[in-house]
């Protein structure tokens, strides 16, 4: 029983986390602090740099962005065109606009990560409304 070791549980007496203070200047939880653990965050592997690159190239871009949302909107018309049927144009309109939704859940407005890949973010936003907004307008014609 003499040996038994001191596990600081929970918060010091003035508040600080008793953990960081055992520990000396190491943090209590190194795997929350690590820059390269989320894959769409970070660097961490191939799909983080691949991400990073898009994120990269979308910022140089510039107003030459700006076109694609034109070859968005008719691939939507030429998907319509392609697929058989009412219930094939729903499931590709609703998978393009998850595919939106995604985005804004991977990348929360507001959030660190939002800012980081803000271009990226937004033009898979755009991407995904104004393919089915190209699908809804042929359909509706």
Same mark, same amino acid.
């Given at each position: 029983?003499?040996?038994?070791?001191?596990?600081?549980?929970? /918060?010091?007496? /003035?508040?600080?986390?008793? !953990? +960081?203070?055992?520990?000396?200047?190491?943090?209590?939880?190194?795997?929350?602090?690590?820059?390269?653990?989320?894959?769409?965050?970070?660097?961490?592997?191939?799909?983080?740099?691949?991400?990073?690159?898009?994120?990269?190239?979308?910022?140089? !871009?510039?107003?030459?962005? !700006?076109?694609?949302?034109? +070859? !968005?909107?008719?691939?939507?018309?030429?998907?319509?065109?392609?697929?058989?049927?009412?219930?094939?144009?729903?499931?590709? =309109?609703?998978?393009?606009?998850?595919?939106?939704?995604?985005?804004?859940? =991977?990348?929360?407005?507001?959030?660190?990560?939002?800012?980081?890949?803000?271009?990226?973010?937004?033009?898979?936003?755009?991407?995904?409304? +104004?393919?089915?907004?190209?699908?809804? +307008?042929?359909?509706?014609?």
């Amino acid at each position: 029983m003499g040996n038994t070791p001191i596990i600081p549980m929970g /918060d010091g007496a /003035d508040g600080s986390d008793a !953990a +960081v203070a055992a520990a000396g200047n190491s943090p209590a939880r190194p795997w929350q602090t690590h820059p390269g653990l989320s894959s769409t965050g970070g660097n961490a592997g191939w799909f983080g740099i691949a991400l990073s690159h898009a994120e990269r190239f979308l910022a140089e !871009a510039g107003f030459d962005r !700006a076109p694609w949302l034109a +070859v !968005a909107f008719a691939c939507g018309i030429l998907t319509w065109f392609a697929l058989p049927g009412p219930w094939q144009w729903i499931a590709a =309109i609703g998978s393009s606009l998850l595919f939106a939704l995604a985005a804004l859940a =991977i990348w929360p407005s507001g959030s660190a990560i939002a800012d980081e890949r803000g271009h990226l973010r937004r033009a898979i936003i755009a991407l995904g409304i +104004v393919f089915a907004a190209g699908m809804t +307008v042929i359909w509706a014609r």
